[in-house]
């Protein structure tokens, strides 16, 4: 692993079913990032994580849950999934909150 | 609220020079940050400014005026290649990133 890795690259997922992206970092970054994009708008924190153990709500934390166990690891699920969910997911990392971030790839979901 | 000001979409020529512009409103200001995306890829990072001034990185610069909220990134000898979406990102008092939506940069031969 090099950098930030995120699965699934993409997901088609039923109204009302829970998932959870993953993403993985081998940067040994304290902070993480769990943002979505949607057409026309800026990038949109979900959650977030300063280190290990904490985390806390972004600018649109709703439906959506983190999880910061370890380091490296930072899953965000979607209890019961609806349509406005669809979007792409990026996470991303950075040294510490003052520092530049770095994404992984991408998961994009689409909630039918 | 929040606010960041970008153009939705510009076009320039293969190598010609050209600005970006980037207008913000935020809760305390702690950085102003420039990334590049290119279609159905992640954001990467190309310049901060934190203070007042121009910062240059290769063919990129980028300016911030904090009185004026307000910073530019210019590209030079612009390629092919700079065809992308260009993030402008103010760290605010929490020390979180507001993303303005991007400007879609088409470059023609």
């Known amino acids: 692993i090099a950098g930030i890795t995120q699965a699934p690259t993409s997901q088609i997922l039923a109204a009302g079913r829970r998932m959870t992206l993953r993403c993985t970092q081998d940067?040994?970054?304290?902070?993480m990032y769990w943002y979505r994009q949607d057409l026309g708008l800026g990038l949109r924190l979900i959650h977030y994580?300063?280190?290990?153990?904490?985390?806390g709500k972004g600018e649109v934390p709703d439906g959506y849950s983190v999880s910061r166990a370890n380091t490296d690891d930072f899953p965000l699920t979607l209890a019961s999934a609806v349509p406005s969910q669809t979007s792409v997911y990026f996470c991303?990392?950075?040294?510490?909150?003052?520092?530049?971030?770095?994404f992984g790839p991408g998961t994009r979901l689409t909630v039918l | 609220g929040q606010n960041i000001d970008q153009p939705t979409e510009m076009t320039a020529t293969e190598g010609a020079i050209v600005q970006i512009n980037c207008t913000y409103q935020?809760?305390?200001?702690?950085?102003l940050f420039w990334y590049q995306q290119h279609a159905g890829e992640a954001p990467t990072f190309l310049s901060y400014?934190?203070l007042d001034g121009l910062e240059e990185k290769g063919r990129f610069s980028s300016f911030l005026s904090r009185s004026k909220g307000y910073s530019y990134l210019l590209l030079k000898e612009l390629q092919m290649k700079d065809s992308a979406s260009y993030l402008c990102?103010?760290?605010?008092?929490?020390?979180?990133?507001?993303w303005g939506a991007g400007t879609k940069l088409i470059i023609k031969p």
């Open positions: 990102a103010v760290r605010d008092s929490n020390y979180q990133l507001i």
């Open positions: 400014n934190v």
């Open positions: 935020t809760s305390g200001f702690n950085g």
């Open positions: 991303a990392s950075s040294r510490g909150p003052e520092d530049e971030q770095f």
């Open positions: 940067m040994r970054h304290n902070a």
């Open positions: 994580s300063n280190t290990a153990g904490t985390t």
